[in-house]
């Protein structure tokens, strides 16, 4: 913004300027503001600037309704057929989706196996509460057989051989 010697600013052309006050919300406040900076203006410019350009020719009285040839200016690049897109990211944002899907992938198969090994820890459990049961010392023939086929059953339960079924 251009100052005069006096410190205040300059005028843009021989019009006077009051201070004068909208009632704007915070997103049209930001899309002004926005549009404003990206042609260089103020925000003050720019309303000007659109209100000199789509004035109503003098012989037509101001209404309150917007002429449906009527369009304001656009924050969008103008003239192309497609809508513009960020696509900046756009690549390490497939990337990354791919990976967090590999990742929830490999996340299930690792819940699947925790789940089975807290059960083969559970089943050693039983295992154990049932070879004293028995009331036979470890070094007995009887105990070694138990504990042998309980083993291959909870071998069994842990990883089936879904070739036998």
Do not use: H
Request: with cysteine.
């Amino acid at each position: 913004m251009k100052r005069d010697i006096q410190g205040k600013f300059a005028l843009k052309n021989e019009d006077y300027r009051l201070v004068r006050s909208l009632r704007l919300t915070d997103s049209t406040w930001v899309a002004l503001g926005i549009t404003s900076e990206c042609l260089g203006l103020t925000r003050a410019d720019y309303l000007e600037q659109i209100i000199r350009e789509k004035a109503l020719p003098s012989t037509v009285s101001p209404s309150n309704t917007r002429e449906k040839d009527f369009l304001f200016p656009c924050i969008t690049r103008q003239n192309t057929d497609s809508p513009p897109r960020n696509t900046r990211f756009q690549e390490e944002i497939e990337v990354l989706l791919a990976e967090i899907q590999n990742l929830s992938q490999k996340n299930a198969a690792l819940m699947q196996r925790t789940a089975i090994a807290f059960s083969q820890i559970e089943l050693e459990l039983l295992r154990d509460r049932i070879l004293l049961d028995l009331k036979l010392g470890k070094q007995a023939p009887g105990y070694k057989a138990v504990q042998k086929a309980l083993n291959r059953f909870i071998a069994e339960l842990t990883y089936p051989n879904t070739s036998v079924f």
